[in-house]
């Protein structure tokens, strides 16, 4: 109900529990009231998810899934008394144009949690590629491609160095050149020097020629020294 057909970006981040169903080998979310040993009964297909998607009319789609659909999880079973079931979720049932769909993990491994981060491996990353980091060539703006890239770099080779297993990341799309964010130079707020100690500023959502911004997801920067951290925020209007 909230997409305007042809007019609406639809883009849709799921990162917790996945479970198969042993009989038909079909994925399904796991929400957080669902029974994983009743899952055709508790949980959402993933192929209704699709289906719905594939009515909207939007003018693009994204589906990130930070989830494996194995029965297994990063703390154990989340089946009981079964072996893994090995699946691969069928993204062919999302059949619109100008879509993708980015998931944590291949059919038979497990997504793994980045505990030191408070995140899972795959969102951290993908939340660092976001953020810039993928941004490879500094043109300031972020293609499929090159949050693909950035993910397959990193994920990888943690999950094996903090977890000694196998996570493979996925893109399936038609148009790995589409371009997921545009990054732009919107207001410097102060650079002077201060003492040590707790800071606040107050931005009133104007940009540098003081014209009101748009509003949406915005990144902000910390510089002190040898120190720099970014981090969103939401404008709400």
Known sequence: NAVKKGKSDVFVYYSGHGAPDPDSKQGYFVPVDADPNYIKETGYPVDDLYATLNKTGAISTTVVIDACFSGSSDQGMILKDISPVF???????????????????????????????????????????????????????LTLLEIKDYVDENVPYMARRLNNR??????????????????????????TNKIAGYRYIQWNA???AGSPVSAGIYLYMIKAGDFRQTKKMVLLK
């Not at 997504?111 to 810039?132: E, I, P, V």
């Not at 196998?166 to 650079?191: A, I, R, S």
């Open 87 to 141: 699946i691969e979720i069928d993204n062919s049932f999302l059949t619109i144009e100008n879509s993708a769909v980015f998931s944590s993990a291949t059919g038979e491994q497990v997504s793994s949690w980045y505990r030191d981060q408070k995140h899972s491996l795959f969102t951290y990353y993908f939340l660092k590629a976001l953020q810039g980091d993928a941004d490879t060539d500094a043109d300031k703006k």
């Open 166 to 191: 196998e996570q493979t990341p996925q893109l399936m799309t038609n148009d790995e050149t589409k371009v997921m964010v545009n990054y732009w130079y919107v207001h410097f707020l102060f650079k």
């Open 206 to 208: 104007t940009n540098n």
